[in-house]
């Protein structure tokens, strides 16, 4: 590693960081949230998959996620003895796993292109494409995953550049960073079908690096999503197994068929490459679009060996066939943040070929710098707007609305709450649990697949014989009647309405709205005696 190389890296880092930290994204997903009230134990993350699946017993799995165990496993053990918050852990999680791809994107294009300025251009398109430079601001759980397998595509194509002269040893440590990545999120084991072949049409040993490579990932697959997961899940029967492992598969969500599902496919992995939706941005995205193709089909007519071709272009091929296949979410987003850096070296290429020309340098800037400026005017800057107290409207309640309760100790007060809009209202579930501290929550779900959860919450309201409160977010006057059902006494405290913006809401999905869209928050508190 030469100083060049340090001194451009430190550079990136550190304006990517100081961005990070200066336009901080002010709302978050509800997976964030769940996570986070989840690894704080005071949420059970099986909720939030009642949808479709009411008649399965799912386990309480915030501490090891089916489809991303380590993660959250991690994050408890740094809830339990530390006392690191969940969504603290979270955050410090994407922030280091963003820096470590870009370091090993870094150092993957310098290995291809052997140019400093491509390999900057490089990591600059990674870091600033909508879908990674939102996970790296948010709590989500996909970053730890990326930068591992980051890691492992470099020490492979290390491996697959030296015709396979590289010791074992190389294939070794990546296959043992794809475990990591595997460990901390399921999505990314299809990247072992690219990397297997390509493995195959390697020189050398082949058939023992292979061999090899197999062994670590099987066993390691095996290790975190059958044994360790049946022993932290206290999965005890194969149906239990196999009930927690698909439940994603039982969802009910809108799904897309035929032509519809490659038009949805087409616009969700722009929409990962530039966000927005206005005239000017769908320009982008096209040229955007169109110079990873071109890149694309310059690399495969490169003099790389054959096997670094099978690993770069059947790495995203390979991720939209098993789509295809098994019928995955054409509109998911985060998805596209595993093939990112595959598509983001795949333009160097173009860079290459533009060498020659006296304003190849004009180039090298402009395509990361379209990337950079059309995001963080369209989605970035947008979502660092807002006041806290304009997106969660329960840290206003804190000082004479909570704390002013006539309990002795307010912090003990059970909190129900009765949520018809998750989306909107698992941030202030977040608040008043994490930020407040009343942790004693019940859910009662007026959506998602949720069974008469007007009995449910009368049932709550009939059995709990001492205070509570209760936090609504009905924008009718339904809860009213409910309170007068259970023969309860309460004293609204707080009520609050407001109007969320659009710009605001940051989605793992992709969807568009009319221009003249409006969507309305209310919350209301109930002190029940």
Not at 27 to 51: C, H, K, N, P
Not at 91 to 101: D, E, K, V, Y
Not at 104 to 127: E, H, K, N
Not at 423 to 431: I, K
């Amino acid at each position: 590693m030469s100083l060049t190389a340090l001194r451009n890296f430190f550079i990136l880092a550190t304006g990517y960081i100081t961005l990070l930290l200066l336009f901080p994204q002010k709302l978050q997903t509800i997976e964030s949230y769940a996570y986070a009230m989840g690894i704080e134990r005071y949420y059970d993350l099986s909720q939030t998959f009642v949808q479709g699946q009411t008649a399965i017993a799912l386990p309480d799995f915030a501490r090891y996620h089916p489809n991303h165990p380590a993660v959250h496993w991690i994050a408890g053990k740094l809830f339990d003895c530390c006392a690191l918050p969940g969504f603290t852990a979270l955050r410090l999680f994407n922030i280091f796993g963003a820096l470590l791809t870009l370091w090993f994107v870094y150092q993957s294009a310098l290995l291809l292109w052997r140019r400093q300025g491509i390999a900057f251009a490089v990591a600059s398109i990674t870091a600033f494409s909508y879908v990674f430079w939102a996970a790296a601001l948010s709590a989500e759980v996909h970053l730890s995953s990326v930068w591992l397998l980051s890691a492992a595509m470099f020490f492979l194509l290390r491996y697959l550049l030296a015709e396979g002269q590289n010791t074992n040893r190389t294939v070794s440590i990546a296959a043992m960073l794809f475990v990591g990545a595997m460990a901390f999120h399921l999505y990314a084991v299809f990247a072992a079908i690219p990397a297997g072949v390509a493995l195959l049409f390697t020189g050398g040993k082949r058939y023992r690096a292979f061999a090899l490579a197999a062994t670590i990932v099987i066993t390691g697959f095996f290790l975190f999503y059958v044994v360790f997961l049946a022993i932290e899940l206290r999965i005890e029967s194969p149906r239990r197994y196999f009930d927690t492992m698909l439940m994603y598969t039982r969802l009910t969500h809108v799904r897309y068929h035929g032509a519809e599902w490659f038009g949805m496919w087409f616009k969700t992995a722009l929409q990962s490459l530039v966000y927005g939706f206005s005239p000017l941005s769908v320009a982008i995205k096209t040229i955007v679009g169109s110079t990873i193709v071109f890149s694309a089909f310059l690399f495969q007519r490169s003099g790389l060996p054959r096997s670094v071709k099978i690993l770069l272009l059947g790495w995203p091929s390979v991720y939209i066939l098993l789509n295809i296949i098994f019928g995955g979410r054409a509109d998911g987003i985060n998805g596209w943040l595993f093939s990112l850096p595959v598509l983001a070296i795949l333009s160097g290429a173009l860079f290459v070929r533009l060498e020659g020309k006296s304003e190849w340098r004009v180039y090298l800037a402009l395509f990361p710098l379209l990337i950079v400026v059309a995001n963080f005017f369209s989605a970035i800057l947008p979502a660092s707007k807002p006041e806290n107290k304009e997106i969660i409207f329960l840290e206003a309640f804190k000082a004479d609305g909570i704390a002013g309760s006539s309990a002795v100790q307010p912090v003990l007060l059970p909190v129900v709450f009765a949520v018809a809009d998750p989306v909107l209202t698992y941030a202030e579930m977040w608040q008043i649990g994490s930020q407040l501290g009343y942790r004693q929550q019940k859910l009662v779900l007026f959506c998602c697949g949720s069974e008469r959860p007007e009995e449910q919450l009368l049932q709550v309201l009939r059995e709990n014989k001492g205070s509570m409160l209760l936090i609504s977010d009905a924008l009718d006057t339904k809860m009213e009647g409910l309170l007068k059902r259970s023969g309860r006494n309460a004293n609204m405290l707080r009520e609050q309405s407001g109007e969320i913006s659009q710009v605001w809401m940051p989605s793992s999905i992709y969807f568009s709205r009319p221009a003249d869209y409006r969507v309305l928050k209310r919350i209301r508190l109930w002190y029940v005696m």
